[in-house]
């Protein structure tokens, strides 16, 4: 039995070379796509691989841009030695931001892609060659922004100028950095998949805005100062949550019980975003 297209995907590909960061955003009428197009590896390079999907495009396609291959040359090799290549569709960024979209002539209309400075967008089953365009044009518009937030706002907008023929169903959202993830021992900044929903992007949405606050970074500039008044209402707040005795200790147990210890670095300042969880919580 032949396997079942990942179909109706549209997906970008992309790179922040300043911050180091390198990702991947999809959205498709497929269960789970996040198990299946994005793939990405900090220095070398992202990988979309959809349509009548080859899963083996990410891995081999990872290796042969870790031997510093572009990504122009990358999809040749991937594709010139794939019989199934006219029904596959893929997207490469490069570890130098170079980027190449492949679309096989078997692929459904619509299906196309586009690319530019740090990116490849691409996709297939389309209502219009809108979709792409939505993708690449609000990636270019938006390098103000993390990487993270301009790719969920690439999906927004390729779903507002049309998205999939076929609807929706699933999204995920993939960042990778070097020694940027949990705890610093991590390549992998964001991991988010939406498997099955109605409006997957709306939720990869809320899902993002969930893992800032958990794991987003506040400037250190921007931290309170923890004078005696705010020393007080913090012993307060933390006790009527069951959280009493030393400070620090109490201090360190609520964040950690509210998985927020990422954001806490002592008692002498509080990154606002873990003081207003506090307020909220023990309110």
Known sequence: MAPEPVVATYSIVACDLPAGQWGAAVQSKFLAVGSVV??????????????????????????????????????KALTSADEGRDERQVGVVDGAGRAATFTGKGCHDWAGGHTGECYAAQGNILVSEATVDALAATFESNAHLELGQRLIECLAAAQAAGGDRRGQQSASLLVVEKDAGYAKLSDT??????????????ELGRLFSLHEELFGATPQEDWVAVDDTLQQELRERLASLGHAGELQQAFDDWAGAANLEERVDGVSRIDPIVLDALRKASS
């Open 38 to 75: 994005p793939w990405a590896e900090p220095q070398v390079g992202a990988i979309a691989t959809q349509a009548y999907a080859n899963p083996r495009y990410g891995p081999d396609g990872l290796a042969l841009l870790r031997e510093g291959r572009t990504a122009e040359e990358v999809i």
């Open 189 to 202: 900044v964001i991991d988010l998949r939406v498997d099955d929903h109605a409006r997957p992007i709306a």
